[in-house]
Nanobody, 121 residues
């Protein structure tokens, strides 16, 4: 069992930035490919970004390319999602998940509790 925990969400104005963090209580995240997903009210959970365990490959949804950056620091056992140029449509609960690199959330076993990101216009 891997317990993931996200942090860094909050309220920001459009055009602003936030950095989300994902860590594992067992300090095992460094061994996993990790994905970020988000879910807005009334919508399905959607893929945002993913990164391989080495950090060598990164994948993004078209809707966030050029604005969001996924990265990791395996020494700190943490995966980050840097979100720039935020838009109101980015408002959602953001989740990290492992292990996986694909866009289908059903392929992931472990999930965090989520962190709310709200972008005001």
């Amino acid at each position: 069992q891997v317990q993931l925990a996200e942090s860094g969400g909050g309220l920001v104005q459009a055009g602003g930035s936030l950095r989300l963090s994902c860590a594992a209580a067992e300090r095992t995240l460094r061994f996993y490919n990790v994905g970020w997903f988000r879910q807005a009210p009334g919508k399905e959970r959607e893929f945002v970004a993913a990164i391989t365990w080495t950090g060598g490959n990164r994948y993004y949804a078209d809707s966030v390319k050029g604005r969001f950056t996924i990265s990791r620091d395996n020494a700190k056992d943490t995966v980050y999602l840097q979100m720039n140029s935020l838009k109101p449509e980015d408002t959602a609960v953001y989740y990290c998940a492992a292990p996986g690199i694909v866009a289908d959330p059903r392929e992931y076993t472990y999930w965090g509790q989520g962190t709310q990101v709200t972008v005001s216009s």
